[in-house]
Nanobody, 114 residues
Framework: QVQLVESGGGLVQAGGSLRLSCAAS????????MGWYRQAPGKQRELVAA???????NYTDSVKGRFTISRDNAKNTVYLQMNSLKPEDTAVYYC????????WGRGTQVTVSS
């Protein structure tokens, strides 16, 4: 069973930056497209960024130009660099394969103050 551990969240002022990390158990990240998802209070979980096995990326419109997803297959880790953060980015952030098919981790809380 794959275990996902997200980290790097925190409280930041609007305009600030955070870098999230997602470590997976086992040497499996390289074999799958991966994604970062988020869930804000009272809302459904949504995909915000995805990366293919070959490194191609795509983003939901609301984060384009501000977020960057990357992967380090040697470290079995996926990253999300978040710049120019906005209060509406406040959510719990999760990683998973794309489409999501593994058990969800605990996520990491990102809170952006105005």
């Amino acid at each position: 069973q794959v275990q996902l551990v997200e980290s790097g969240g925190g409280l930041v002022q609007a305009g600030g930056s955070l870098r999230l990390s997602c470590a997976a158990s086992g040497n499996i990240v390289s074999g799958f497209p991966m994604g970062w998802y988020r869930q804000a209070p009272g809302k459904q979980r949504e995909l915000v960024a995805a990366i293919t096995r070959g490194g191609s990326t795509n983003y939901t419109d609301s984060v384009k130009g501000r977020f960057t997803i990357s992967r380090d297959n040697a470290k079995n880790t996926v990253y999300l660099q978040m710049n120019s953060l906005k209060p509406e980015d406040t959510a719990v952030y999760y990683c998973n394969r794309r489409p999501a098919g593994w058990s969800w981790g605990r996520g990491t809380q990102v809170t952006v103050s105005s």
